[in-house]
């Protein structure tokens, strides 16, 4: 029997953003579980799906995603988070990462991009 | 005030973001220095305030035409005004937080603030500090990035 694919829960303010992910053929070989429009929601489908991986925006009003990945990551310490943001300067990936964030992917990105990122992120855990 | 590198910083984050959201590129204008009054802007503008190290604002405003072929070239179907007031944000979301690449982390900026404005309506730009404006040409369609920063 086929492994169940991995559930993707999607956090960003952005409609627009949330659902370009979710129509990426970069995941179409998970299943999205859930998206969520900032780090508060995300907490609350975090518990209702219990996602293996999450892609992270970083600035949303409510909770921010370094605040979020750092709450995600006590709650569930294997959980896999691929923040996915504007904020390209290197000593923001750095505190992610420092926070429980498992890879960076720098807006905007093209289809390849996000695959790669997910790719490499599932290869490495 | 702005220095012509700090200039450069977003017109290479426009160019940026149009060859890879929308896959095709877009021509950017001259920058100028609005030296009376607010700049002129389009239907549409995402406002972003900028905080630390710098205050003032990053600001992209474009017409609803514009927005509705950019959705499409993103295969996006949901053309609604609420998507319309999403990708304007969007928009100046993303060139302000790829500025922090140059600018650094204290480049401090907020989540964007969505304006929808009639002919000859203007924008609350800090009016103590002036506006540089970077016309964006994409297709057939003009928009602008201002930047208001001290």
Not at chain 1, 66 to 83: F, G, S, T, W, Y
Not at chain 2, 33 to 44: F, K, Q
Request: include cysteine.
């Amino acid at each position: 029997m086929a492994a169940a694919p991995l559930k993707l829960l999607i956090v960003d303010d952005s409609n627009i953003i949330r659902r370009r992910i979710a129509r990426s053929p970069a995941v179409d070989r998970l299943a999205v579980v859930g998206a969520a429009a900032n780090g508060v929601e995300a907490i609350e489908l975090c518990r209702a799906t219990n996602p293996d991986l999450v892609t992270m925006d970083l600035t949303m009003p409510e909770m921010d995603g370094v605040a979020c990945v750092e709450k995600l990551v006590a709650m569930k310490p294997d959980i896999l988070i691929l923040v996915v943001s504007a904020l390209s300067d290197k000593a923001t990936a750095v505190e992610a990462i420092r926070r429980g964030a498992n890879g960076f992917l720098c807006k905007p990105f093209t289809d390849r991009q996000l695959d790669e990122a997910l790719a490499e992120l599932l290869a490495g855990h | 005030m702005v220095t012509e590198a700090e200039i450069r910083t977003f017109v290479d984050g426009a160019t940026h973001y149009f060859a890879i959201a929308a896959n095709q590129p877009a021509a950017i204008g001259s920058p100028y220095l609005v030296t009376e009054g607010l700049p002129a802007v389009h239907e549409y503008s995402g406002l972003i305030g900028i905080s630390g190290r710098r205050q003032g604002a990053v600001c992209f405003t474009a017409p609803r035409a514009m927005l509705m072929v950019l959705l499409m070239r993103m295969n996006e179907t949901d053309t609604s005004e609420a998507n319309m007031r999403d990708l304007i944000g969007e928009v100046a979301n993303t060139i302000s937080g790829n500025a922090r690449r140059d600018f650094g982390a204290d480049f401090v900026i907020s989540v964007p603030d969505v304006h929808t404005t009639r002919k000859g309506e203007t924008l609350p730009l800090p009016v103590n500090i002036r506006s540089f404006v970077i016309p964006i040409n994409w297709r057939s369609h003009s928009a602008k990035l201002i930047v208001c920063l001290d």
